[in-house]
């Protein structure tokens, strides 16, 4: 996690925003390991899975629920983080910019989700416990993931913090180089001395006036 978030604040330029991506991935691990313990350590959710009782969870089952689930919730992440950016302009509303970076993004996150629930959902069908185990925490977890935590939680809470989401020490901005892929505000067109030479509207077209050169 503390890799992530040194790689994610070199990637934007922001400590509010890694902070927050490393929180919401932690979000939604304990919310797939809360829907384990429902569904497996309790009378009724063994009955709804189909099995006859209780079954305990492996030592092992949520170390690699946690590597997996934190992966692909950072990949959406950082697909609806770069998006937002990309709407930055000088002077443009936050909230404007989260509208339009959601609605660039949005649908491509949840259908990406969407094919990830329905391969865990075949995992969650096999009748070994600890393949079902997986399958039913990768699909709950994406299911929350996406729907609460990326498409909800995050906008919500960039939408409140404003412009201090991209808030970024100066001793950090002097210190780190710029990388390619880091989002930068698009600076509008300078106009040069130089200028080219008028064409009177009243002309012709292709004449140009010579009183101008």
């Not at 936050?94 to 329905?118: D, F, H, K, L, T």
Request: aromatic share 8%.
């Amino acid at each position: 996690m503390i890799a992530t978030f040194l790689l994610l604040t070199a990637m934007f330029r922001s400590i509010l925003i890694p902070l927050k991506a490393v929180l919401g991935n932690l979000l939604s691990v304990a919310a797939c390991y809360g829907v384990l313990t429902i569904a497996f350590q309790t009378t009724w959710g063994a009955h709804v899975l189909g099995l006859e009782q209780p079954v305990p969870i492996a030592a092992w089952v949520p170390v690699v629920l946690f590597a997996i689930l934190f992966g692909l919730s950072m990949d959406y992440e950082i697909f609806l983080i770069s998006s937002i950016a990309e709407q930055r302009r000088p002077g443009s509303d936050p909230c404007g910019e989260i509208v339009a970076g959601m609605a660039a993004s949005a649908r491509i996150v949840v259908s990406a989700a969407a094919i990830m629930i329905a391969v865990a959902a075949g995992f969650a069908l096999d009748p070994g416990v600890m393949i079902k185990i997986i399958g039913v925490g990768m699909a709950a977890a994406i299911l929350i993931d996406v729907t609460l935590v990326r498409l909800l939680v995050v906008p919500a809470t960039m939408a409140l913090l404003g412009r201090a989401n991209w808030w970024f020490p100066a001793v950090l901005r002097r210190t780190l180089p710029e990388p390619a892929i880091a989002p930068t505000c698009i600076q509008p067109a300078r106009t040069t001395a130089r200028t080219t030479a008028f064409v009177n509207p009243t002309s012709r077209p292709g004449i140009v006036d010579s009183s101008t050169r």
